[in-house]
């Protein structure tokens, strides 16, 4: 039995990514920190296992992987998705919310990857690491506030140091990084910034996360044994110039 983890499990993106792993026949441990949303989850499948953990508190996450190897013997792949975007703008960011965007959306991974390719020594084929990044840490013409993109692009890089340093012990690293799709984030915009970002897809509509779950799919799929080292861009071709 393969052995995912999908951080972030209880949000949109989460869900859809959580329903697609079990679909392809693995068994997902979904962590969030919103415990009682996880517990509304996959209730009727024995291919989830629920882990409510802050994953701004590293410690927290050392705990984490070690129930995970003491129960599954290791790990397959790991899905950093536990994310969210404060909409403070430069120049008035408070340092708090700085210091939390960053560990929300960068430590928490880096934390991660660093229990999960433990976890993945000695286990069979490629393993696989995807990483949640965000267009917004690449199209400036978009709201997105410097935080935000700071967190991603410190993401994609991590993305890039592990796909290098891992390749020859077969952990294939990839960053999604996908605009506007429909999730409970949506709800940090304004109605005015959410309905000109959708104006702006191309397909003139948000993306479903069931698409990028897709794709989060595919890299762990046989067919992402391969892939290693990118950040795969998923807009419906909007910034291509
Ligand atoms: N929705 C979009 O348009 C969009 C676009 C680009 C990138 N993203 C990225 O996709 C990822 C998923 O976002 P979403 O749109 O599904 O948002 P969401 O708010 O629906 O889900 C985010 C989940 O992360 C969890 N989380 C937040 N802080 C946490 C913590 N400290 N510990 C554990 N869990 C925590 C939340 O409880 C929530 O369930 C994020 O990394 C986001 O930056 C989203």
């Known amino acids: 039995m393969r052995i995912a983890v999908v951080t972030g499990a209880a949000g949109g993106m989460g869900r859809a ?3 697609r792993l079990i679909a392809d026949g693995l068994h997902v441990v979904g962590v969030d920190i919103d415990g009682a949303a996880l517990l509304t989850m996959a209730t009727d499948t024995d291919a989830f296992t629920p882990e409510a953990v802050d994953l701004t508190d590293p410690a927290a996450i050392a705990g984490l992987f070690d129930r995970i190897t003491a129960r599954f013997g290791g790990l397959d ?3 950093n998705n536990a994310g969210t975007c404060f909409m403070s703008d430069f120049p008035d960011i408070p340092a708090d919310e700085l210091t939390r965007q960053m560990q929300i959306n960068f430590h928490s991974a880096f934390h991660c990857c660093q229990q999960a390719v433990k976890a993945m020594a000695g286990r069979p084929g490629v393993r696989k690491i995807v990483n949640i990044s965000s267009n917004g840490a690449y199209n400036f ?3 997105d506030p410097p935080h ?4 991603k692009a410190a993401m994609d890089t991590l ?3 592990l796909a290098r340093r891992y390749a020859r012990d077969k952990i294939a690293v990839n960053s999604l990084a996908p605009a506007m799709t429909e999730t409970p984030l949506f709800n940090v915009l304004t109605a005015d910034v959410l309905a000109r970002a959708i104006a702006a897809m191309p397909h003139g509509a948000a993306m479903q996360p069931d698409e ?3 794709w989060v799919s595919h890299l762990i799929s ?3 044994d391969i892939c290693s080292g990118n950040v795969i861009i998923l807009n419906q071709g909007r910034d291509v110039r």
């Open 17 to 19: 990514i959580t329903a």
């Open 212 to 214: 990028i779950a897709a």
């Open 222 to 224: 046989p067919a992402g």
């Open 77 to 79: 792949a790991l899905v």
């Open 141 to 143: 013409d978009v709201f």
């Open 148 to 151: 935000y993109r700071a967190s």
């Open 159 to 161: 993305t890039k140091d």
